[in-house]
């Protein structure tokens, strides 16, 4: 019996996915074992139609010499449709000892051919819309199946947000299908499991159609119906039965529809919603459907049609109410504890015709009232009238709001506590990371960053959740991707958003500035469209998947050249528009926009993309592009030393994000990088340990001054408790991150109602910091198969403890200081991986792991003396150091 073994099978970072249309999945596992330095050696996949792989074996990959355990492409026959696959796996060491077959893990194809989708677009007929109204589309057939039935597949999608029922049942709980994509070139169909919905003789299958994001309120400018006018549902369930013979129900005209008791739904208003219209039964069987009408067959391209790419969107979990506030104005309020996204569930027992209204915000102003002017436009309002007779309880169906306090009207101030119920929404990400320190404000900084992400990942990385916006936009994905990589698994959730943005992607490369694009927001901004570059080789980095280059290099190169024909010279970008460094707090009175110069910013960029670019063009073994664009870059800095640094050196534009971009993007003569170090220690020390870098330079900035010695800088920043700082809201009771460093001013009052959220993740981007120096967990190769080991200690916390669930397996940091003056440091390094440690002390004798010195530790494969300390290189396992303070 080996004592290692293969555990957590994946495919395509998911367990057991259902409704894929990849035809060479890719396939992980971890190694579990007790062995230090443990390095895998070979690999053996099978694949099966049968879990107990007694039957034919589709593909077996025989052994593999190979250290790899990530993402490996199934290389078997092709794929069949509507198939379940099991695979299993075993693992060699350095020893020849091989595990046992792991447990079988499987995946599950969707259609993979158009010419397989039966089903018909329908819609409800025009009619149901009168007098402005707009309400949901209720949509519904029923079905007769014969006994033994053996499975049942439904796939469905929608021009609009839908939900699913069969006999009377939610088909999942999956919420806000189909996602948002660009729709017309790129639309999400789902494949539910429903065999446990089906019974034997008639059944019943019932939907409900809305606008959401592909027919209702889009941006700021009040516009609707951007990517069509008519709501349309495509549906198609096939049923097997124990014989093999199958059934399919397609959605076709002699389906049956009629408006129904949710009046009006939006994404950015709310619901409204009359238990009185309800019909009990509408979505089971043997329900009279006489005088509801026929669809109306609809035209959309079954060719845009992919299977779902991302996690769902789920409530991931709920939260009660807090307390009960009656305002100076004397309206009454819940305070949900914590600003989040989804909805609230309530219970109300009232008379038919009770009008019960809940409104959503994220602040009371400074008298302690209800608070909405930064809604702009956005309602955010639930309207529920009561059928009465009976306990009633109600959750919206295909709308979220963004809020912590919310006002009821129409139910008693004593019931209110017990009868509301926060449902928290967004994707359903696998949370990855934790960060916890001695000290509690910055604990609370890091819970903020967490729910800023969870809030802003509801199917695409928004801005915020609450107003009329709630946009892909570029440039925060941009800044906060490399954090939530941290916090959570987020491969999927961005290759699909990285394949909108492609499909968005103009054909002369330009990159809109929210995606999916909505023209409203603009296009080709420096630092928003370099998403397209940053964002994909940070997947890799983070998870070692060169799927996602080989799939965004297209697009990646086409913003580069995009750039490249900006210029008045090819070698700067100093024309076009750009939102600079946007909220920079050195801006001029009454602008957005920090005082760095737009061109320096959109250079500084452009270089660092044609850089990232040569960088994947030699990953994916485009050798001919390496040559070429590593040759731009070259002659990208050298125009920007000419044009943005003077003949002796100094960064031209003296602002703290000048200084930070030209370090962090290496723009610099090496002979020039300590100084302007020094020079943006000198700006930030000057201005009382403020920062003064808005959205571009805020994320590189506690960075690069780590980088080169400022560390300490760095934790001053970091735990500055007065305006401008990260923690000042955290002081003033946030819960999230907010858009605007004094989003709430120290006299109560407000931003402007124009642009202020409460829940905006851009300057979370701080949590790289956090896990990358403070807990020291740092990838030397990409997917952190060799990973660097080195807290920055300091003066300023007595003890960290940090862990990332990587790819192959948890690496978990733990550092305090004791008493006697040593640190005590827990590592743990994942299996068939390797680790650097840094340990900061010049006494290699001084260091102990688990009570005994160096020489003596299993798996300590060198020791070398850096100017930083103690360079350790070892394998996997758990070790516990102990070493001096100094």
Not at 178 to 186: A, D, E, H, I, L
Not at 194 to 222: E, H, Q, R
Request: net charge negative; glycine share 8%; charged share 20%.
């Amino acid at each position: 019996m080996s004592n290692f073994e293969v555990s957590n099978l994946k495919v395509n970072y998911r367990k057991n996915p259902s409704g894929i249309d990849d035809l060479h999945p890719r396939l992980s596992w971890w190694i579990s074992s007790d062995i230090r330095g443990f390095i895998q050696t070979a690999y053996q996949i099978q694949v099966a139609f049968d879990q107990s792989f007694v039957s034919e074996i589709i593909w077996d990959s025989e052994k593999i010499a190979s250290d790899s355990n990530v993402h490996i492409e199934y290389q078997g026959p092709a794929l069949q449709s509507r198939t379940r696959y099991y695979f299993r796996v075993r693992a060699w060491d350095d020893q020849g000892k091989v595990t046992a077959w792991s447990e079988p893990a499987y995946w599950e194809t969707a259609l993979l051919s158009v010419e397989e989708w039966q089903a018909k677009w329908i819609s409800a007929p025009m009619s149901h819309q009168k007098n402005g109204a707009d309400p949901c589309d209720y949509i519904r057939t029923e079905f007769l199946i014969p006994d033994n039935v053996v499975s049942a597949r439904m796939y469905a999608t929608s021009l609009g947000l839908y939900r699913l029922y069969i006999n009377g049942i939610p088909a999942d709980n999956t919420l806000f299908n189909p996602g948002w994509t660009s729709y017309n070139k790129r639309l999400q169909y789902q494949t539910y499991d429903v065999t446990s919905l089906i019974t034997a003789g008639n059944n019943a299958l019932g939907c409900i159609v809305g606008n959401g994001w592909y027919k209702g309120y889009l941006a700021w400018d009040g516009h609707k119906d951007f990517y069509g006018k008519d709501r349309a549902v495509l549906i198609q369930l096939h049923v097997t039965l124990s014989d093999g013979s199958e059934q399919i129900i397609g959605s076709d005209e002699n389906w049956r529809t009629s408006a129904g008791p949710l009046l009006m739904s939006e994404l950015y208003h709310g619901e409204t919603y009359d238990a009185r219209l309800e019909v009990e039964g509408w979505s089971s069987p043997s329900f009279e459907d006489s005088e509801w009408q026929k669809t109306v067959l609809r035209n959309h391209p079954e060719a845009t049609l992919v299977a779902q790419e991302n996690e769902p969107t789920r409530i991931i979990e709920t939260i009660k109410p807090i307390a009960v506030i009656t305002t100076p104005k004397g309206e009454s309020v819940l305070d949900m504890g914590q600003n989040m996204v989804g909805w609230v569930n309530f219970t109300v027992h009232a008379e038919a015709g009770t009008i019960v209204t809940i409104e959503h915000a994220e602040v009371l102003d400074r008298e302690g009232n209800f608070y909405i002017g930064n809604l702009r436009s956005a309602k955010q309002t639930i309207t529920y009238i009561c059928r009465g007779g009976e306990t009633e309880t109600f959750e919206p169906y295909l709308s979220f709001q963004g809020f912590r306090f919310v006002k009821v009207t129409g139910i008693p101030n004593d019931q209110l506590l017990e009868q509301f119920t926060g449902c928290v929404i967004h994707t359903d990400l696998e949370l990855t990371g934790s960060f916890n320190c001695s000290d509690e404000l910055l604990n609370q900084l890091q819970h903020n960053i967490l729910w800023g992400q969870k809030g802003n990942f509801l199917d695409i990385p928004t801005d915020c959740p609450q107003r009329d916006e709630r946009l892909g936009w570029t440039g925060d994905a941009q800044v906060f991707i490399r954090t939530a990589a941290f916090n959570m698994n987020v491969v999927p959730f961005f290759e699909k958003w990285l394949k909108d943005l492609a499909a968005d992607q103009e054909e002369d490369g330009r990159v809109p500035h929210v995606i999916p694009d909505v023209p409203a927001a603009g296009y080709g901004s420096a630092a928003w469209g370099d998403a397209s570059v940053i964002c994909p080789w940070t997947l890799y980095e983070c998870y070692g998947d060169i799927r996602v280059l080989k799939t965004q290099y297209p697009s990646m190169k086409a913003w580069v050249e995009y750039i490249r024909a900006q210029g008045e010279d090819e070698f700067l970008w100093n024309t076009g528009f750009h939102f600079g460094d946007w909220l920079g707090l050195d801006a001029k009175e009454n602008s957005y926009v920090g005082a760095t110069p737009k061109e320096l910013i959109a250079t500084a960029f452009y270089a660092y993309s044609t850089e990232l670019l040569a960088k994947t063009a030699a990953v994916i073994g485009k050798t001919g592009d390496v040559i070429r664009y590593e040759a731009l870059h070259e002659k990208i800095v050298q125009a920007f030393r000419q044009e943005f640094v003077t003949p002796n050196g100094r960064v031209a534009s003296p602002t703290q994000t000048a200084y930070t971009l030209a370090l962090m993007f290496d723009l610099l003569a090496e002979k020039d990088r300590h100084r302007t170090a020094k020079m943006l220690a000198q700006h930030i020390e000057e201005n009382g340990v403020h920062l003064t870098t808005g959205f571009v330079g805020t994320p590189y900035l506690c960075l690069v001054l780590s980088r080169f010695g400022y560390t300490d800088l760095a934790y001053q920043l970091v735990l500055q408790k007065e305006y401008p700082s990260w923690l000042y809201s955290v002081i003033q009771g946030a819960t999230t991150i907010w858009e605007h460093w004094d989003g709430i001013k120290q006299d109560g009052s407000f931003w402007s109602d124009d642009m202020n959220s409460y829940n905006h993740y851009a300057y979370g981007a701080i949590g790289d910091w956090l896990y990358r120096t403070a807990s020291g967990i740092e990838l030397l190769e990409p997917g952190y198969k060799k990973i660097r080991i080195q807290p920055q200690i300091g003066n300023h916390l007595t003890w960290v403890d940090a862990s990332l669930e990587s790819v192959h397996g948890t690496i978990k940091v733990s550092w305090k200081k004791q008493k006697d003056a040593s640190v005590e440091m827990q590592v743990l390094i994942p299996s068939n991986t390797t680790a650097e440690i840094i340990i900061p002390t010049m006494n290699q004798d001084s260091i102990l792991e688990s009570g005994a010195p160096l020489e003596q530790v299993i798996s300590l494969y060198s020791v070398e003396q850096t100017s930083e300390g103690q360079k350790l290189i070892i394998g996997s396992g758990n070790y516990h150091f102990k070493f001096p303070t100094s």
